[in-house]
Structures are given as C-alpha cells and as structure tokens.
C-alpha cells in the first residue's frame, strides 16, 4: 500500500514537467463578433472562457493533468467557434454556428 502512494505521487510530480501552453493568440478586433451590448456582456460571461482568444484559465489549468484536459477542451471549442474571429467566418458559417450553438443552449 504505501509502495503503491509513493508510486502515484512520483508519477503526479513527474506529469508537472509536461505542461502545456496556456495562449490567447492576438486577433484583430474588428474580427470579434459584432452583436449588441447585451449579448456580447452575456457571451463574454458564459462563452468567451472557451469560445474566444480571451481565455482566463483558472489557477488549476496549471496542474497536471487536469491543465492537459482544459487545454485540450478550449482548443477543441476554438476551433469549433471562436467569437474573437466571428466576422472571418462567412455567412453560411455563421449560419451554421448559430443553428448548433442554439441547439446547444436549449
């Protein structure tokens, strides 16, 4: 038993050698979604964590392995729908987020 702790917390020390990188890539403001004040006030509360280039991580995404889980969850939102290049995206892209982000949401 106390063989099997020493080797689990050897391997949980080991894991924090092996962070990822936390990054919120510069993008062109003009990029960002452009919607009224009240529905960019409620994206950047309950979206914009993952779903944009403003990503605030908590003091946890710096632990192993529980930083390699929230970077991968906030690289797979981004590349789902990023709010912070909204206007790159075509119209029928937009489209299409929009019909999946509402079914999501009801």
Do not use: G
């Not at 944009?52 to 789902?80: D, G, T």
């Not at 729908?81 to 982000?101: G, R």
Request: charged share 20%; with cysteine; aromatic share 10%.
């Amino acid at each position: 038993m106390k063989n099997t702790l020493i080797i689990i917390l050897v391997i949980f020390i080991a894991m924090q050698f092996f962070q990822v990188e936390h990054t919120n890539p510069k993008t062109d403001i003009a990029l960002e979604i452009q919607a009224p004040n009240e529905i960019k006030a409620i994206l950047k509360k309950s979206c914009f964590d993952c779903h944009s280039n403003e990503a605030k991580y908590p003091w946890y995404a710096n632990i192993a392995p529980v930083s390699w889980m929230i970077s991968r969850h906030v690289n797979n939102a981004r590349s789902l729908v990023n709010f912070s290049t909204w206007e790159s995206y075509t119209q029928e892209e937009k489209d299409k987020k929009e019909d999946a982000l509402q079914a999501a949401t009801t």
